[in-house]
Structures are given as C-alpha cells and as structure tokens.
C-alpha cells in the first residue's frame, strides 16, 4: 500500500473512531478548560485600547535571563551581532536605546486587513505599541526629526516619520513610548483617555496574562479576505468561522519553553470535530514525513524537526475549547536548525 493510501486509510479510521466517541464525548458534563497561565494583566497593557481583534504583550526583563540560553534568538532576545548588522549598530549610537538590553515590557494592539507578507511587512495592518523601557528622550527626538516631523495635537507632541507604511510616536513618560504604524495609524494618537474595555476580551487576557509571553485575538472580529485559503472546503471554512477566539501563552520552565495555543468554538460539537480534524492532520504528517519520496525538497533535518513538533504536540479538547499543548526544548531548536546534522 502506497503511502497517501495509508494515510487516507488512517484518517478514516480515526474519524470513525471519532464518531463513536463523540456521543460519550458530546455528553459529557460541561466544564471549561482550565486557563493556560492566569494572571493581572501588567500595567503596559492599560493603555491598549482593547477592541483591537488582536493583543499580544511580552515582558522583556522576565526572559532576559534566558538571552544565554538556545532559546534567546528563537524569541528575538538577543539584538544582531554589531558587526553583522552596521545600521543596528548605528542606530543603537545614535537613539542610546539597544532593546537587548533597554526594553523591558511591551504590548501591542494589532487591527489586521491582511496577514503579513513573507518579507514581514505589515502593510495595511494598524499596529499601536507601547513600550515600557530606558529610553534616551533628546536622542530619540533628534534622530527622529532626521527624516520627521513633530505635530501637535491639543496637549500632546506626536513625532512623525514617512516611510511604508508612515510610523508616529509619543513620549507618553520618561519610561513609555507609544507607537502607531500602518494605514491611517495617526488616528490612533494620540490615546483616548479611558481606552475602550472588552469584558470578553478581559476574560480572555486574565486567562493567559501570567506569562511572560501571551496574545489574544478575537477571530470573530477578522476581515473576511482570512478565510479566502478555505473557500474551496466548505467544511473547514466552517469550523474556521466558528472559531470565536483564541489565546496563546509561553511560560520558561526548566530547560523547556511551554506553550499553549487555546481556541474558542462557538459549539462543543465545532470544538470536538476541529480536534479531530487537526490529530488527523498530525497523523498524516507523520506518516508523509516518515517517507522520504513525500518530503520532497525538505531536508533531512527539517524533517527531523516537523517530526518532532508533529509527534509532540498534545491536542485536548474540552467543551468548547481546543487546546495545542507543546514544550519547545533546545534539541528541538537545534534538530532545525540549519547546521544541525543528524546520524
């Protein structure tokens, strides 16, 4: 039997499988799943209007003690070697700031109109940051006025600089900057003086705000050109709509990263098929991987990874939530990265 045959094979197994189970399982008492890693929201995030689709905050001086770990370039903690990289080096001489060593919290407010292009550019998207950190005032002002401009509104000073998309920011203390880039991002300063609540969206930060890195999107609210990739299957289009919400929490532990991805069903029924859909996705995975015809281009040791990331993460589901669990260790990292040879 070739291998697409076993794997359609096993995928109908398992939604078979699934289908008698889901009676026991659709019948259950119903009782939510526990959160990710609950916690206050830190005070960075009071200043985020939350009626943005999607939040996310990482706190800089928590995982600062990781920077000499295999984890620091993962997650962004360790700034370009200065002589790899000359225009960070003269932009850390000329602002005084070097975010390895000067930021320490940052939350983001992010209204999406489209998913970011492979070179990383946010195009239309509207992002506001605010950044709590050590920031040198007169040299992050002169070198801002380089290219830039300073314009007032009513009280407040907003220093704008061109470019695509245009960025604006705002000194708001000696210790906190907000930012606002992509299209009509100057509307979004200066910021409201009681920035919008969301009780929904609050239930869903205090579920993951005790990590050190957490996100929160309320997919219900997302523009429609998202579920373009599912028109041709009706049926994910569908579970993908039905997902209400989700939120993503990392948390260090040990010699291991845990993370947690939780998405909200607006159906236990939705909940239990998405799972089942996605352990079939993952069987199938393994079973192409496993063939070395099926990898195609892929390298031995890229294989060796989505191996491992397949194998490794546990999906639960629980009334209306799906849980994707994962601890990301340093053999992980290692096992894709480039130079990492296998025997």
Known sequence: MTAPKRALVAV??????GA????????????PLPPASAGPPPDVLTEIPQNAPVIACVDFSALRPLRNSPFAAALGLVAPPPAADKDYRDFVRDTGFDYERDLDKAAVALWPVRLPSPSGVMGENRVLAIADGKFDREKIQAYALRSGRVESRGSHTIYAIPGNPPTFFEFLSPTRLAIASGTNSENLLPLPESPVRDPDMQARIERVAGAPIFAIARTSHLPQRFYAPFH???QLEQ???SIQGMTFAGQPDGNAIKTTLDAESDSI?????????????RMVGSMALADPKMRGPMTRQQATFLTALLRQTKVTPQDRWVRLSLDITPAMLAAGSPGHRTH
């Open 269 to 281: 029924k939705d909940a239990f098929e998405i799972s089942t859909l996605l352990n079939g996705f």
């Open 239 to 241: 579970l993908a709509r």
């Open 12 to 17: 109908a197994v398992l939604f078979c499988l």
């Open 20 to 31: 008698v189970a889901g009676g026991i399982y659709l019948h259950r008492i119903r009782r």
């Open 232 to 234: 041709n299957s009706p």
